[in-house]
T-cell receptor, first 115, second 111 residues
């Protein structure tokens, strides 16, 4: 296992288009997190899954954002009708335990640029 | 709501010297976890060290140690014998059911 994998690494899209990102967590990690990070800032929580169940969504996550984790394996994050303010790094992390006191492993992120 | 504050946007240190990065947080909880993460340029976030609030002993990982002051809600990171590979953004984070992050401190290592 090579760690958390995110695809694509970079995405440039025109405003108004839909985009989808994929995250493959480390095998058998139960928890999967999505964060958004803008330049010069710390990550902001978007949502997380315990296996296939989406347990929490941030108020930052507008109805244009949706995330899934079918079968509790990989996850996708879709942004519909993208806006320039959506430009950011989208980070995925997974952890093995039920509680975040266990180490969270991060992917390299997907950098989205909306033009 | 819990908040995490890192008051130093940038710090620099001479190679082989010691540097301390500051972090304060606000919470009404008594039991929680605190973390320091490192994010090298164009690379993924890596856990540096973690502290459990119910443990009074400060966590240590090789050259990295923390000064955890629960009453003051302070959680600083000390890096001893700084190396060029330590150059990165360092983020302090508080765990509730999800990680709440500070804005980060950019650490520059001078050769």
């Amino acid at each position: 296992d090579t760690g958390v994998s995110q695809d694509p690494r970079h995405k440039i899209t025109k405003r108004g288009q839909n985009v989808t990102f994929r995250c493959d967590p480390i095998s058998e990690h139960n928890r999967l997190y999505w964060y958004r990070q803008t330049l010069g800032q710390g990550p902001e929580f978007l949502t997380y899954f315990q296996n296939e169940a989406q347990l929490e969504k941030s108020r930052l996550l507008s109805d244009r954002f949706s995330a899934e984790r079918p079968k509790g394996s990989f996850s996708t994050l879709e942004i519909q009708r993208t806006e320039q303010g959506d430009s950011a790094m989208y980070l995925c992390a997974s952890s093995p335990g039920q509680y975040m006191n266990t180490e969270a492993f991060f992917g390299q992120g997907t950098r989205l640029t909306v033009v | 709501a819990q908040t995490v504050t890192q008051s130093q946007p940038e710090m620099s240190v001479q190679e082989a010297e010691t540097v301390t990065l500051s972090c304060t947080y606000d919470t009404s909880e008594s039991d929680y976890y605190l973390f320091w993460y490192k994010q090298p340029p164009s690379r993924q976030m890596i856990l540096v060290i973690r502290q459990e609030a119910y443990k009074q002993q400060n966590a240590t990982e090789n050259r990295f140690s923390v000064n955890f002051q629960k009453a003051a809600k302070s959680f600083s990171l000390k890096i001893s014998d700084s190396q060029l590979g330590d150059a990165a953004m360092y983020f302090c984070a508080y765990y509730d059911y999800q990680l709440i992050w500070g804005a980060g401190t950019k650490l520059i290592i001078k050769p």
